[in-house]
Nanobody, 118 residues
């Protein structure tokens, strides 16, 4: 079971931080789905936090990390743009690192809405 939090409404250029807590220290990923669009890969992290992969649209603006000592991961989103508006989903991966493909993830959160106004 996943518990997500941190979505909201912000203006362009502002920041938000999403959190997701899983049961156990597993590889994790963030995906998003904007209205009328397909689900898009945002970022992935391995069990230790030493390997991180970002989608091209968020590279340099978003930071994916995991907390020491617990099963929570964070997605720090800076310099937000209106095109970042979407429902963001946290997911639990398989193996050591699950990468950018959604079929590598087995458990999905309920999603949290992020809205960026211009």
């Amino acid at each position: 079971q996943l518990v997500e939090s941190g979505g909201g409404l912000v203006q362009a250029g502002e920041s938000l931080r999403l959190s997701c807590t899983a049961s156990g220290r597993t590889p994790m990923g963030w995906f998003r789905r904007a209205p009328g669009k397909e689900r898009e890969f945002v970022a992935a992290i391995d069990r230790t936090g030493s390997t991180i992969l970002y989608g091209d649209d968020v590279k340099g603006r978003f930071t994916f990390s995991r907390a020491d000592g617990n099963d929570t991961v964070y997605l720090q989103m800076d310099m937000l743009r209106p095109e970042d508006t979407a429902v963001y989903y946290c997911a639990v991966g398989r193996g050591r690192f699950s990468g950018r493909f959604s079929e590598n993830y087995s458990v999905w959160g309920q999603g949290t809405q992020v809205t960026v106004s211009s």
